[in-house]
C-alpha cells in the first residue's frame, strides 16, 4: 500500500533527508520545509521504503503538493 | 353511567402506554441493531432520572389524503418537554424514527416550535435531537411552512438561549438549516448525516454518484466543512458529552455561567510550561498541553477539534470561572489564520461573548496565511471576522503572547488596541508589525548587497532589529503590554486578572446590530 506525502501548507522546501530507496519509520522526519516564518519538519505518515520523490531543495511547493511517495 | 375514576384511569394509562410505543417494538429493534437509540431512550440520557415531564403525547398529525386520515401517527414523531440536566433546566425535542421515520410534518413542527418559544420565554438551554427522513411529502405546504417557522424561532432564540443540536440519524433536505442555525452540533459515527439534498436527488439532478456518508457524515462535517463541533462514538457518549457542554453553560444570557468550587490551586505554578514551550522560535510544540496545563485540570472542553486545526478553541474553567479558549495552533501552518479558522474563531468569540463568557487568549501567530491561494479564498473577507467579533465583545478580554505575535496575526488574536483587558507577553514573546527577516530586507537591502560579508551583515542587522523592535519589552513600553511574566506564573496571573475583570460593564453603542463582515 503506497502512501502519498503532500504539503502541509504552502512554502519552500529546504532539505530533503531520504532517498528513494530508504528505510522510513513512522513520523520520520523526512523533510523540512520553510513556510510563514518558521521551518515545519514532515514527518513518514507510515513505515515503508520510499519509493519517488517528487520535489528537489529549494522548489516553492503550494498546500497538498505531492512531495513523495512512501510504499 | 359516567364512568368511574377505575376507568378513566386504566383508560389513560393504555393511552399513554400505547402512544409513548410510539412506531412500536419491532421498528425500534430496527433502530438498535443499527445501533441507535430510540427517541425516549436518548431522552433518559440525556436527563436526570425521573426528571423528565413530556408534554403533546397527545399531539395529532393533520394528513387528510392518501389514507392518513385513519393512519395514528403516535405523537407525531417528535417528544418534546423539559427536565433537568445535573439539576439545572432544560428543552428537548427528539425525533421518533420509528413513527413514519421521524418526518417532518405540520404538527410535528409546531410541537417543535412550541418547546423552543418555552425555553426562550422561560430562559432555558433547548437540545434537539434529529433523526428524521425530512419532510413529509404528503403535507407539502404544512410542512415547508414549519420549517420556515422554526427556522424564525432558532433567530428568535439565538443568543437568549443556548441551542444544541444532537444528529443522530439522517437530517435531510431543509431541515438541515435547523441544526445549522443553532450554537453547536454533534453528530454520531457511522449513523448520523446531514445534507441539503440526498442521493437520490444528487444523482437525478447533478447526475453524481454519491452515499449519505460522503456527502454529509462526521468526517466531512467535522473535518471539511465545520458544520460539526464534534463526532461522538454513539448515542450514550453524546448525550454524555452533551449534559458535560451544558455544565459550562448559563441557561440564558441574563446568567452568568456556572461557577464550581475548584480543585486545582488558583496559586499552582505553571512552569512545565518551560519544557513545553521551547525557546528556540524554529521547533514546534503541542499548544493542548499549554492549555491543560494552566487551566483547572481537567477543564478543557475542545469543540471543532478537527476543522481549521491551526486554531483551537474550547471552554475550560479558570479557578472555578468558566472561560472561552482561543488559542493558535502551531503545528498546522505554523498558526497562520486561514479563512477557515477565522470563522471558527470568530463564531466561537461570539457565543461567548453573547453567554457572557470571558475569553482567554493564547498568542503564537506569524499573520494570516498569505498567498493566491489565501487570496482568493477571501481571506480578507473571513479574517475580517475575527477583527470584528473581537473588537464586538464586552465581555472580559485577557490576551497572552506566548511566542509569535506578527501584524495581523497579533490584531486579529485580540490585541490591547482591539479592546483586551489585560495584555500579558512570556519573554519568548515576538511582538512586531513585520518580522526581522522581512524588515531588514527592506531597511538594509542595500547595505546587505554592498557588504563584502552580506550573510554577516544580514545575521547582525536581524539580531540589533530583534533587540530593539521584536524583544517584548518594546511593546510593554509602549503600554501594549501590561506585563511580562514567567511561564510559571501564567496561571496564577491569569485567575488575578480575570478575578479583576468579571464584573466588567462596558455598554455597546446604541444601534441595531452592527454589520458582521459574514
Redesign the interface.
Known amino acids: 500500500m503506497a502512501e502519498e506525502l503532500l504539503a502541509?501548507?504552502?512554502g519552500k522546501i529546504l532539505k530533503i533527508k531520504v532517498k528513494p530507496g530508504d528505510a522510513v519509520r513512522e513520523d520520520d522526519e523526512i523533510m523540512v520545509m520553510e513556510?510563514?516564518?518558521?521551518?515545519?519538519?514532515i514527518h513518514a505518515p507510515c513505515d515503508g521504503v520510499v519509493k519517488e520523490i517528487k520535489v528537489a531543495e529549494g522548489d516553492r511547493v503550494?498546500?497538498d503538493d505531492l512531495l513523495a511517495i512512501i510504499e | 353511567m359516567a364512568a368511574d375514576w377505575k376507568e378513566l384511569k386504566e383508560r389513560l394509562e393504555a393511552e399513554r402506554v400505547r402512544l409513548r410505543a410510539g412506531g412500536g417494538p419491532p421498528l425500534q429493534e430496527k433502530e438498535h441493531a443499527k445501533g441507535k437509540r430510540t427517541a425516549r431512550e436518548r431522552i433518559d440520557l440525556l436527563f436526570d432520572p425521573g426528571t423528565f415531564e413530556e408534554i403533546d403525547l397527545f399531539a395529532k398529525h393533520i394528513g387528510r389524503d392518501y389514507g392518513l386520515d385513519k393512519k395514528e401517527v403516535p405523537a407525531d414523531g417528535v417528544v418534546i418537554g423539559y427536565g433537568e440536566v445535573n439539576g439545572r433546566g432544560c428543552m428537548v425535542y427528539a425525533e421518533d424514527f420509528t413513527v413514519i421515520a421521524g418526518t417532518f410534518g405540520e404538527r410535528h413542527g409546531k410541537k417543535i416550535c412550541k418547546i423552543i418559544d418555552m425555553a426562550r420565554k422561560y430562559g432555558f438551554p433547548v437540545v434537539g435531537i434529529n433523526d428524521s427522513g425530512g419532510a413529509r411529502v404528503t403535507e407539502q405546504m404544512g410542512a415547508l411552512s414549519q420549517y420556515g417557522q422554526l427556522f424564525y424561532r432558532h433567530v428568535a432564540a439565538s443568543g437568549v438561549v443556548p441551542q444544541i443540536a444532537l444528529i443522530m440519524g439522517p437530517v435531510a433536505g431543509g431541515q438541515a438549516y435547523s441544526p445549522a442555525l443553532m450554537d453547536f452540533i454533534f453528530m454520531v459515527e457511522k449513523t448520523s448525516a446531514m445534507f441539503i439534498a440526498g442521493p437520490p436527488l444528487v444523482e437525478a439532478v447533478v447526475y453524481e454518484k454519491t452515499d449519505e456518508q460522503s456527502l454529509g457524515g462526521p468526517k466531512v462535517h467535522g473535518r471539511i466543512t465545520g458544520v460539526s463541533d464534534g463526532t461522538l462514538a454513539d448515542d450514550r457518549q453524546c448525550l454524555e458529552h452533551t449534559r458535560r457542554l451544558l455544565g459550562y453553560l448559563p441557561l440564558n444570557n441574563q446568567e452568568r455561567p456556572p461557577y464550581v468550587t475548584p480543585e486545582d490551586s488558583p496559586d499552582r505554578e505553571t512552569s512545565e510550561l518551560e519544557e513545553i514551550i521551547p525557546t528556540d522560535q524554529k521547533r514546534l510544540y503541542n499548544m493542548r498541553r499549554v492549555i491543560q496545563c494552566v487551566f483547572d485540570r481537567g477543564s478543557f472542553f475542545e469543540l471543532k477539534k478537527d476543522f481549521a486545526q491551526n486554531l483551537i478553541i474550547g471552554l475550560a474553567r479558570l479557578n472555578g470561572h468558566v472561560v472561552g479558549v482561543v488559542a493558535n495552533n502551531p503545528v498546522k501552518y505554523n498558526g497562520a489564520l486561514d479563512y477557515n479558522a477565522a470563522d471558527k474563531g470568530s463564531r466561537f468569540i461570539r457565543f461567548c461573548n453573547a453567554f457572557n463568557i470571558p475569553l482567554v487568549n493564547f498568542q503564537d501567530v506569524p499573520g494570516f496565511l498569505i498567498g493566491t491561494r489565501s487570496e482568493h479564498n477571501a481571506i480578507i473577507r473571513h479574517g475580517a471576522k475575527m477583527l470584528y467579533a473581537y473588537a464586538e465583545a464586552t465581555v472580559p478580554k485577557i490576551t497572552c503572547v506566548l511566542r509569535k505575535a506578527y501584524a495581523g496575526g497579533y490584531l486579529a488574536m485580540c490585541s490591547k488596541d482591539l479592546g483586551a483587558d489585560v495584555v500579558f507577553a512570556l519573554p519568548t514573546a515576538e511582538i512586531c508589525l513585520m518580522g526581522p527577516q522581512g524588515a531588514v530586507n527592506i531597511l538594509f537591502r542595500k547595505e546587505i548587497a554592498s557588504s563584502e560579508t552580506p550573510e554577516e551583515t544580514r545575521a547582525r542587522r536581524e539580531a540589533e532589529f530583534m533587540e530593539k523592535y521584536v524583544n517584548p519589552t518594546y511593546a510593554a513600553g509602549l503600554q501594549h503590554v501590561d506585563d511580562i511574566i514567567l511561564p510559571g506564573e501564567l496561571r496564577r496571573r491569569l485567575i488575578r486578572a480575570l478575578e479583576m475583570t468579571l464584573d466588567k460593564e462596558e455598554e455597546a453603542p446604541n444601534r441595531k446590530h452592527g454589520i458582521m463582515p459574514v
Open positions: 502541509p501548507m504552502v513556510s510563514m516564518k518558521l521551518e515545519t519538519g503550494e498546500e
